[in-house]
């Protein structure tokens, strides 16, 4: 396959390695320490897919440039899900395909899947409060993370006791506290913690390394050309 990068740092780079790797052309690569190339130089022609791994700020326009070039795009970037809706709509408008994962890693997706199912669990027997807590190394720039939030939104959809989610600690039992920390080069560390009064159960997620990541992403650009619609990793591995 002929794959686009767009971003070119920690994640970029470690794509760029396995995507050789794997037998796939980089047909090119856009980040500001490479200026001169940018989204539309490259259509559907140049390009099978594209794999977005940028910043807050720029996810979304490099997301809406892909789309109307004709490109797949198999986004990463978290922290910009403010505006996934206009970009759903683009992929209508054009028949195009936006693949999107707020973590790409097949444990982190098993981790939500059983998530979901705990938190109707423990919602059933009663007696535990919830919180979630995530840790990351110090560059990143968002927060909560976006692993982080998918998680409470599948506690949320399953635990009404809990009806919002506030990234401190909280007393108010209808909040359900979701904690971040930032330390040295943790790659992402996701901790849900049940409490009652005479116990715990936690359920962890510790990424070693950032090949889930990228394993993740490259399966999801090898499976998104030819699709149509907006696809996350429920699809992909039929959870
Ligand atoms: N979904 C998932 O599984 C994962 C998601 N992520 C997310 O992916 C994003 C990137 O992570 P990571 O690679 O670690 O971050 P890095 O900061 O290491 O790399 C981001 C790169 O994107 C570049 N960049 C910034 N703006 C643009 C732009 N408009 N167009 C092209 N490139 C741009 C940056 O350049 P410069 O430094 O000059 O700004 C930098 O080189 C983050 O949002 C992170 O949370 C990370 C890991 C896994
Ligand atoms: O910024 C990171 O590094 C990561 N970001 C994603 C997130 O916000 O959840 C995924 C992973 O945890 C690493």
Redesign the pocket.
Known sequence: MKLLL?????????IEVQAVARGHQIAGI????RPGVS?TDFDSTAVDAAI????????F??VMTCLRQGIPVV??????LHHFSEAQALVQQTGGALF??????VG?NLFFHFNEYIAAKMHQFGGYDVQVKEI??T????QP???ALTAAEGILKHFPTKTTWRNEPTEAPQELAVLSERIGQVV?THIVTYTSNVDAIELKHEAHS?E??VQ??LLAAEWLPGRQGVFGMKELLGL
């Open positions: 767009i971003g070119y740092g920690k994640m970029g780079k470690a856009v980040d500001p320490a989204i977005e791994f940028t910043h807050p700020d720029s996810a326009n490099n986004c990463g970037s978290t922290g910009w999107y994962a707020s973590n790409y890693s982190v990351h190394h560059q990143k720039v968002d993370s976006g692993t992402g950032r889930g990541f993740g992403a």
